[in-house]
């Protein structure tokens, strides 16, 4: 593949001008990789808050709309991207600001423990600790607790699977709406698609041997062990009750197979699901083209997903009242 040919002409300078991950050599370096400008909301307020979590303190941003429609809005559990390995809450602020905005809910977002110093299931158990924690204090921040959802980009949306599986075991707390974006959720690096983008085809943009480094330091001791599905969804063996869902990932993503997969699977067993399927667009490429046409339209779509899970309910009743 030519990718050159393959990618959208609007993405592909950015693309060009990109550093090469090497996660294998020069983690920190990975990790010091600078992210898109964003300017802050004047309609966001943002706190920090430090809770305690499994094994060590956790840091937890809260993202409110200034102009509140009501008193009790719903909230919005974030979780960030990076692989499992890189990425910090700090990073994903402006699309965190315009989901308080735009969908006018509380978010919550969860700076938990990354691979390889902390291996799976670090990353899980904080995210768990972190969504009970905001459920628990709901009426501290006027969160409508029946009104949670969960969402997150890349390992954040594998993270995301993973916590409704999780959510939905434990009985609690009761999620409404979960929306794992391109997300990373199978380490067997199996389908047509981890093979296809690779980085010969891809060079720059996430692909078959960085995931696969990443996964191998996710799992860490747990590699060679029979993989929970808390660790990658597409293990599960039942997904039915859990809750609907909202997936995109574009078709030069090496997630592309694993997550049609999964959506066909969420579907057969009964979970409402929209799904967005973006050609000629590589892993992230709305967070890493964020002023690309294609970048806004893809955010505009699954921020008005979000809004719809929230406020349907809302709007149903004005209707038949």
Same mark, same amino acid.
């Given at each position: 593949?030519?990718?050159?040919?393959?990618?959208?002409?609007?993405?592909?300078?950015?693309?060009?001008?990109?550093?090469?991950?090497?996660?294998?050599?020069?983690?920190?370096? %990975?990790? @010091?990789?600078?992210?898109?400008?964003?300017?802050?909301?004047?309609?966001?307020?943002?706190?920090?808050?430090?809770?305690?979590?499994?094994?060590?303190?956790?840091?937890?941003?809260?993202?409110?709309?200034?102009?509140?429609?009501?008193?009790?809005?719903?909230?919005?559990?974030?979780?960030?991207?990076?692989?499992?390995?890189?990425?910090?809450?700090?990073?994903?602020?402006?699309?965190?600001?315009?989901?308080? !905005?735009?969908?006018?809910?509380?978010?919550?977002?969860?700076?938990?423990?990354?691979?390889?110093?902390?291996?799976?299931?670090?990353?899980?158990?904080?995210?768990?600790?972190?969504?009970?924690?905001?459920?628990?204090?709901?009426? @501290?921040?006027?969160?409508?607790?029946?009104?949670?959802?969960?969402?997150?980009?890349? %390992?954040?949306?594998?993270?995301?699977?993973?916590?409704?599986?999780?959510?939905?075991?434990?009985?609690?707390?009761?999620?409404?709406?979960?929306?794992?974006?391109?997300?990373?959720?199978?380490?067997?690096?199996?389908?047509?698609?981890?093979?296809?983008?690779?980085?010969?085809?891809?060079?720059? %943009?996430?692909?078959?041997?960085?995931?696969?480094?990443?996964?191998?330091?996710?799992?860490?001791?747990? !590699?060679?062990?029979?993989?929970?599905?808390?660790? %990658?969804?597409?293990?599960?063996?039942?997904?039915?009750?859990?809750?609907?869902?909202?997936?995109?990932?574009?078709?030069?993503?090496?997630?592309?197979?694993?997550?049609?997969?999964?959506?066909?699977?969420?579907?057969?067993?009964?979970?409402?699901?929209?799904?967005?399927?973006?050609?000629?667009?590589?892993?992230?490429?709305?967070?890493?083209?964020?002023?690309?046409?294609?970048?806004?339209?893809?955010?505009?779509?699954?921020?008005? @997903?979000?809004?719809? @899970?929230?406020?349907?309910?809302?709007?149903?009743?004005?209707?038949?009242?």
């Amino acid at each position: 593949m030519n990718y050159k040919s393959e990618v959208l002409e609007e993405l592909l300078p950015i693309l060009e001008a990109a550093p090469v991950i090497d996660l294998e050599h020069d983690l920190c370096s %990975a990790r @010091a990789i600078p992210v898109p400008e964003n300017t802050k909301s004047s309609d966001v307020r943002t706190t920090s808050h430090t809770i305690k979590g499994p094994e060590s303190d956790l840091l937890m941003k809260i993202y409110q709309p200034i102009n509140r429609v009501q008193e009790k809005v719903p909230g919005l559990f974030w979780i960030h991207g990076g692989g499992y390995v890189l990425g910090h809450p700090d990073v994903e602020d402006g699309i965190c600001e315009r989901f308080a !905005v735009d969908s006018n809910c509380v978010v919550v977002s969860v700076n938990y423990r990354l691979a390889p110093e902390y291996p799976y299931p670090a990353a899980i158990e904080d995210c768990y600790a972190g969504l009970k924690w905001m459920a628990d204090n709901a009426e @501290a921040f006027n969160i409508d607790k029946s009104k949670i959802a969960i969402a997150g980009p890349s %390992a954040g949306g594998g993270l995301t699977a993973a916590l409704a599986l999780m959510a939905c075991d434990k009985g609690k707390p009761e999620v409404m709406f979960q929306m794992p974006l391109y997300p990373m959720i199978d380490d067997r690096n199996e389908t047509p698609s981890s093979y296809e983008i690779n980085e010969k085809s891809m060079p720059k %943009a996430w692909n078959r041997e960085n995931n696969l480094i990443a996964w191998r330091m996710y799992l860490g001791d747990h !590699v060679s062990d029979e993989i929970s599905p808390y660790a %990658a969804p597409t293990r599960a063996n039942d997904l039915s009750g859990l809750p609907p869902a909202y997936i995109c990932v574009g078709q030069l993503d090496p997630f592309r197979d694993e997550t049609i997969n999964y959506v066909t699977r969420l579907a057969q067993a009964g979970v409402p699901v929209e799904f967005h399927l973006y050609p000629g667009c590589f892993h992230g490429f709305d967070a890493i083209c964020n002023n690309a046409k294609i970048s806004i339209q893809a955010r505009n779509e699954y921020i008005n @997903a979000l809004k719809k @899970a929230f406020h349907e309910t809302e709007d149903k009743f004005a209707v038949e009242k």
